[in-house]
């Protein structure tokens, strides 16, 4: 069943975003920015989406970059849980 499961996780589509709120217990918000060309005028636009993941262990903050991978519903708005920290935010002084 690990070798399942593995399979599975390594299938899923990774997504990396920023988070921009970390409030919510074991929940993060991820904006996800994408581009894409216009379709009659060929200009690149910057397209966002704002995805709920699960955070189990509270470890993200606001401004951390992050990789997140679709799982079942967790709750009405969470579909995705985290995956891996790639980087901290820096602390302002």
Do not use: W
Request: charged share 30%; aromatic share 4%; hydrophobic share 35%.
């Amino acid at each position: 069943m690990s070798e399942q499961q593995s399979a599975t996780i390594a299938a899923d589509r990774r997504i990396v975003g920023k988070v921009t709120s970390a409030k919510p217990n074991k929940t993060i918000t991820v904006l996800v920015e994408r581009s894409e060309r216009h379709p009659l005028y060929g200009k690149f636009i910057r397209r966002s989406t704002k995805l709920h993941a699960h955070d189990e262990n509270n470890e993200c903050g606001e401004g951390d970059l992050v990789a997140i991978i679709e799982t079942r519903p967790l709750s009405r708005l969470k579909r995705f849980k985290l995956v891996e920290v790639i980087t901290k935010a820096g602390v302002v002084s």
